[in-house]
């Protein structure tokens, strides 16, 4: 264990990733469960075993909020949870819509998010409602 | 659970001080007033208190700040922060440490100026981001704690239908209980269109539909049910206790739907033997209109997605068919950050019969809702009786 990359947290390879334009998330390598947030062992079979996946990230926005308390001169923003097809929830907004637009039900895709400062994962609305 | 512990312990003491605006006060000193008035009120002396329970948002060591402003030298020593919830949670604590012999008087106390302190509550916020990350959230740019709860109140509508104006329909019910109270903060006449035409706060949350940002203290004394009957007011008896978490952040609450007041409200009813029929007076951590709606549900006032519909036409209003928040709560009363005492105060003074305009005739049984933790992550649910029903 002396290179020092496998001796980053989950959080910070998390974030490394997203640095490098790549959404991924854990996948167990045991009983194949995918992890958010980011852990150092699976917490359904406690293996430490996960290892780091590309996503496509399509999801449905499982709730939704614009927020108007917002820092000067910016416009009320869009926050929502999505439940990506994988099976687990993250915290996001959708980019493509006005903040007003955004329903709960929409499909989403993840997209990331160049910013020299905080890159981040966001999402954009896709043609078609959760069935 | 085992109900031994029913009607084990009981409050003899409770104080309030400064709440609304207290300028020029630092927290300890109305921390040190609500408790030295809780003290007198049990009829004791501080020197008699040897339990503690205490709890802030800002500073990591608090009861040691506390011990050393009371001048107590407590064997009982209690700093669980669940958020604002604590205070309740703290009964439980306080009633294994006193059923088990540790100690004979345990204060519960709790004091803030966020709202005319010089490091005020956006600069805790900002203090507090910073010391406690929310790695996965903080890219969004919520603005917490209303975010949070707006996001429950966005899939509680989905759900099940509820309307904004039924969130409306808790403010305006939690405004006609303040307007009894003259010890609330706030008491002007408010109408539902009022609350749906102010300004919004993070979808479906208009200001009203947000606590208020007060500053205040809340104390109260608890001791053994046998040392209680010497006390100078009417002891109020902890009948049933229980307490529940699943989160920290909203990303991982399990159903935006449900609270674990399912399951502290579980624990508390079998260990008081009662049901929700039994209570006469319900007082709910009100952070935001939704958790009002919400704990009604997941105690078993109404059924699960009929909230919406129980608090309609002022049924929870004065004159309505069950009180809820009868001080006004912390949408209309008072809320300096943390709620959970106030919640347990007001409880106590119905059951003590000592509410004048506000108060509900002969209520013998009282719930306590707590809420803590930015995102419904911490419930405790406490039930409270008089002696006729020990």
Redesign the interface.
């Given at each position: 264990m002396n290179d020092r990359s496998n001796s980053l947290g989950a959080?910070e390879q998390y974030?490394s990733h997203i640095r490098n334009g790549s959404f991924s998330l854990q996948t167990c390598d045991a009983c194949k469960l995918t992890v958010?947030?980011p852990k150092e062992a699976c917490p359904a079979c406690l293996e430490p075993s996960l290892v780091w996946t590309p996503q496509s990230g399509e999801g449905t926005v499982?709730?939704?909020?614009?927020?108007?308390?917002?820092?000067k001169g910016k416009d009320?923003?869009n926050?929502s949870?999505i439940n990506l097809d994988v099976g687990i929830?993250?915290?996001?907004?959708v980019d493509n819509r006005a903040a007003?637009d955004v329903r709960?039900?929409m499909r989403v895709r993840a997209r990331i998010e160049e910013s020299a400062s905080?890159p981040?994962v966001v999402f954009d609305a896709v043609d078609g409602d959760a069935k | 659970m085992s109900s031994n512990l029913r009607g084990k312990i009981a409050i003899t003491g409770v104080g309030t001080a400064g709440c609304g605006e207290a300028p020029g006060r630092s927290e300890i000193e109305l921390l040190g007033e609500a408790a030295r008035i809780a003290v007198a009120d049990a009829g004791l002396k501080m020197s008699d208190i040897d339990g503690i329970c205490t709890a802030n948002l800002n500073v990591a060591m608090w009861p040691l700040n506390v011990i050393e402003y009371l001048g107590i030298r407590p064997s009982f020593i209690e700093g669980t922060n669940i958020g604002g919830s604590a205070f309740v949670a703290h009964l439980m604590h306080a009633m294994l440490a006193l059923d088990a012999g540790i100690c004979n008087n345990v204060l519960v106390c709790y004091g803030s100026n966020q709202r005319t302190g010089t490091f005020g509550r956006r600069e805790r916020g900002m203090a507090r981001n910073s010391l406690d990350p929310a790695p996965y959230e903080a890219p969004y740019k919520l603005f917490n704690p209303p975010s949070s709860y707006a996001l429950i109140a966005a899939r509680h509508m989905y759900e099940f239908g509820t309307t904004r104006r039924h969130l409306a329909e808790v403010a305006v019910a939690a405004r006609r209980w303040a307007q009894l109270n003259p010890e609330a903060f706030s008491r002007d006449p408010l109408s539902i269109d009022e609350v749906l035409a102010a300004r919004m706060i993070s979808d479906p949350f208009t200001v009203y539909d947000c606590c208020l940002v007060t500053d205040g203290a809340g104390a109260f004394v608890v001791t053994r049910a046998d040392r209680a009957k010497d006390a100078r007011n009417k002891p109020v008896y902890l009948l049933g206790h229980g307490t529940a978490a699943s989160h920290r952040t909203i990303s991982c609450m399990p159903d935006l739907t449900v609270t674990p007041s399912v399951d502290s409200g579980k624990r508390a009813f079998a260990m008081a033997g009662l049901t929700t029929s039994d209570i006469d007076v319900v007082q709910i951590y009100d952070a935001f209109t939704i958790n009002t709606i919400l704990a009604l549900e997941d105690l078993g006032f109404c059924k699960k997605g009929e909230g919406g519909a129980f608090v309609e036409n002022g049924n929870i209003a004065p004159g309505g068919s069950l009180p809820v928040n009868t001080n006004g709560g912390g949408l209309s009363c008072v809320q300096p950050n943390m709620y959970g005492a106030f919640a347990v105060i007001e409880a106590v003074r119905q059951l003590r019969g000592s509410c004048g305009e506000r108060q509900v005739q002969s209520a013998r049984t009282a719930l306590v809702n707590g809420n803590g933790g930015n995102a419904a992550a911490s419930q405790s649910t406490a039930i409270l009786g008089t002696e006729d029903v020990l």
């Open positions: 959080e974030f958010f947030p499982y709730s939704c909020t614009t927020v108007h308390v917002t820092e009320p923003h926050v949870l929830r993250m915290m996001g907004t007003g709960i039900g905080n981040r | -």
